[in-house]
């Protein structure tokens, strides 16, 4: 997969090696998943990725601007299911994936959407991340499943991804990934029109 947000900048100096910028962002995502936003710091991202700081600054300006491409990146590999499997196991893969990313030691989810009130970057991250990619898919693969109509498609897409919020941000839950996942689904099939 191609690092996001890189093709439109303009840049002097060497150009920018697109191995480097994935290797960053892998090392983004493991410092976010292992610390959270409040440990964050973007040395330990240099170390773990092998780059400089100044690598890291000619890319992305803040720490937050860096994150919100991390978050970016990271949500095409939770998007990544079997397009052939039939719907309820790709919301199960989906549900699955978001779960675990949610609930990574370190990671609070909680402390991700209190710093994107205060920084556009991080906001608009979370909107692209979950409201314009993960909530769309949620609520096609609802429909499929359903036969809902749009309007019930896109509460149920908002309450399941609330409620997998809350168990993963608030309660902490270690694993509400596959378990969550399959209350899910027998939530949906309960409710088939």
């Known amino acids: 997969m191609s690092p996001p947000e890189l093709a439109d900048v303009a840049t002097r100096g060497r150009p920018r090696d697109a191995d480097r910028t994935t290797a960053i962002l892998d090392a983004a995502v493991e410092v976010m998943h292992d610390v959270g936003w409040d440990g964050f710091k973007v040395q330990e991202v240099a170390t773990r990725a092998g780059a400089g700081l100044a690598t890291i600054y000619r890319r992305w300006p803040t720490k937050e601007d860096l994150i ?55 906001r608009q991250a979370l909107d692209d991340v979950l409201h314009n990619t993960v909530s769309v898919t949620m609520r096609d693969l609802i429909r499929e499943i359903t036969g809902a109509g749009p309007e019930l498609a896109v509460t149920l897409a908002d309450a399941i991804l609330g409620a997998l919020l809350f168990r993963a941000g608030l309660l902490e839950d270690e694993t509400p990934g596959a378990d969550f996942a399959a209350e899910m689904i027998g939530l949906l099939d309960s409710i088939r029109t």
């Open 68 to 122: 919100a491409a991390a978050m970016r990146y990271d949500a095409d590999f939770t998007l990544e299911v079997d397009p052939e499997a039939p719907p309820t196991e790709r919301l199960g893969m989906l549900l699955t994936n978001l779960g675990d990313k949610m609930s990574r030691k370190g990671g609070s989810v909680i402390s991700v959407f209190a710093a994107a009130r205060d920084h556009e970057a991080m």
